[in-house]
């Protein structure tokens, strides 16, 4: 089993930046792909980024590119998200999963861990 705990979220004004991390526990993430997730109130959980396990490869959502980077550090088991120029419609609950399955990445169906999530507000 792999325990993910995100931190790091918060109420920002919009152009801000916060950086978001994930640290796994349980069993080492090394293998696996991971990925981060947006849900906002009354829509689905929609995909934002993901890494390959050894951070080589990388996928983001169209809105995100040039804005976020994610990033890993398995010396400490966490993953990051890096989210700059922050716009209101950031606005949501962020989400850290792990994949030990193929792609797509952009899928949540793919992804076999998940954590509690974060709030992200971006006020304007």
């Known amino acids: 089993q792999v325990q993910l705990v995100e931190s790091g979220g918060g109420l920002v004004q919009a152009g801000g930046s916060l950086r978001l991390s994930c640290a796994a526990s349980?069993?080492?993430?090394?293998?696996?792909?991971m990925g981060w997730f947006q849900q906002a109130p009354g829509k689905e959980r929609e995909f934002v980024a993901a890494i390959s396990w050894s951070g080589a490869n990388t996928d983001y959502a169209d809105s995100v590119k040039g804005r976020f980077t994610i990033s890993r550090d398995n010396a400490k088991n966490t993953v990051y998200l890096q989210m700059n120029s922050l716009k209101p419609e950031d606005t949501a609950v962020y989400y850290c999963?792990?994949?030990?399955?193929?792609?797509?990445?952009?899928?949540?169906?793919?992804?076999?861990?998940w954590g509690q999530g974060t709030q992200v507000t971006v006020s304007s």
């Open positions: 999963a792990a994949t030990y399955t193929s792609s797509p990445w952009s899928a949540p169906r793919t992804y076999n861990y």
């Open positions: 349980g069993q080492t993430v090394t293998r696996y792909a």
